[in-house]
């Protein structure tokens, strides 16, 4: 028999890595700084053009985080591709 002890999963620990910056994941896969500044500027109109969200531009990438409902994210993401399209 092996002296080696199972790992034991905590879902607690995988809670803490949750409450991570949601801004400094989503950027930390582009290398690009070009890219990062269009994508940054890109999401500030979308977070500003939703009435709902205040605060920093910061604060407000918090908010639309919390948001579980995936049929108001749908109706939101609709609404934002309607405005790209004016």
Request: aromatic share 10%.
């Amino acid at each position: 028999m092996s002296n080696h002890s199972k790992s034991i999963l905590s879902l607690a620990k995988l809670e803490s890595d949750k409450h991570e910056d949601p801004l400094q994941v989503f950027f930390s896969g582009i290398k690009s700084s070009e890219t990062k500044n269009a994508y940054k500027k890109t999401f500030r109109e979308f977070l500003d053009s939703v009435e709902d969200f205040e605060g920093t531009f910061e604060e407000k990438t918090l908010e639309q985080e919390n948001i579980k409902d995936d049929e108001l994210v749908k109706k939101i993401l609709a609404l934002a591709l309607e405005q790209k399209e004016y």
